[in-house]
């Protein structure tokens, strides 16, 4: 027919990774290219393919390029013939090669003192890398290997420097480009022999930089926050490299350097030094008694002579202390044995200190003397007993009459306990009294007749009635009749009067004529109560620590 047909067309080539199928490559990876005919399955075929290298024939099915370079990157293509049978040329496979890079991160670029920080490599694209990590003091110093080869991606590094990695895998192993650069700063650690110069004297300050840390650290001082200047031997007295003694007060910081360009540290955390001041304080208590009994109030008072008008801030040695700093006292309210011990202060202004005061030990006794019923007060039908507890256990109840007698013990004294006839004979103050002469707290027992009684309660949590009137911190202008009213019946009236006493007391009298005396911070709680059918008022009161 004049007409050959020569190469016939079966089917279009398609052409494959057999490896990874993905476009993307990484220098120094092999890959495979696969052609496919279709319909050309059982035939002998020979291929023929388009690359960005065509000086490399091929004529088989698959198309192996090792150690992958940029080179490599393009375009390729294949189809098959057999006989007269040519296949149509395949779509284009895009081949990318690229070197990857390593992406270093750190959670900080500064080392606290003592500490280390953590540093993560990263290498995008795949899986299967290792890393490799590099260190160096400068720009311009020698660049070390310092970990090689290793899976895990994340490390804590505690010495300063620049760091880099860069990812491996294979065999030969294939390299990431390095990671970008990441400046990790140490901190220099400053300690104090002493936070204040003695008078006349100095002290030493030391600087370090971690010990992990190679050698070669020079140290700068630095005074104040806002001086940039370092400390020359105008300024202190410079000894082994990284200590100083200093003799004048103020805020001192270090850091420390080295190489060329010289590498610096960050500053060291800031440390005050003061100076000791000529003032010597003194601890007052008021009241001024040094022993006190449980459930008192005192006051503990640090006083510096010569410093009236200064701006003074203080400090307490007394583990059980928990008062703001610049407070100049400490108020024990309820006072427990807990409260026993030492107390000494001192005071700051500006960078001067003074000197510790003198200790002052504060005894705290425990509650001594307890009255069955718990009050002060009692009508004459009453059965009352007093016994003495705690250290005062094996002591005796004495007491001071009305008519001015003081009997040495208790008539109808049975143990500890003392139980009183109730008469008008037994009104008196009572205490207990050890062996050794120590006295405990007194209590002031009245008895009356008739149905309205002005009591004082022993105890704080007395409580006698269904209804009470509570006066919180008594004034001058609480004076005045008091009564109360029940069930449609009123008690009689009683006149109370307050009077100033002393600098810590106030006298009050009741209508009865009676007198007691009281703390300033007393409170009086009137209470309404039933008793035989009568309505009685009971005024409950916290007598004074009985002066010796």
Known sequence: CGCILNKLQVGQASLTDSQHRWPQMFIGETIILQCEIQGGEDKEMTYEWKSPNPNIPETSSEYRISRLSVSHSGDYKCRGSSDYLL??????FTLIVFKPRATLTAQSSIIPAGGSVTLNCSVEGSAGWNVYWFRSDSVSSEIELIREGETNRVISVSQGGLYRCRGGRGDPVSFTEESNEVTITETAKLTAQSLIIPVGGSVTLNCSVNPSSSSGWKYYWYRDENSSEPLTTQDAVFHSNGQISVSQEGLYRCRGGRGNPVYYTEDSQSVRIGKTALNKPTVTLQPSWTQIYSGETVTVRCEIQGGEGAQWTYEWRQNKLNTPPTSNEYRIIRATESDSGGYSCRGRRDYFFSEWSDIITLTVLSAS????????????????????VGKFAEGRVRKFSEDGRLYS???RMTGSTCNINTSDSDTAVYW??????????????????????LNSGVNDSTSLGTSRLKISAVSKSDEGFYKCQYSGRESAQSWMSVKAKQLSFLQIQASSGWYFFIVVNIFINLQCMRLSDFLHVIVMFLLCHTVQ
């Open 87 to 92: 296949a149509k040329w395949s779509d284009p």
């Open 369 to 388: 003397l307890t009255v069955s019923p718990d009050r002060v007060q009692h009508f004459t039908s009453d059965s009352v007993s007093l016994t003495c």
């Open 409 to 411: 013990e208790c008539r």
């Open 432 to 453: 207990c009294e050890s062996g050794s002469g120590e006295f405990s707290s007194a209590v002031n027992i009245s008895l009356l007749h008739g149905c309205l009684a």
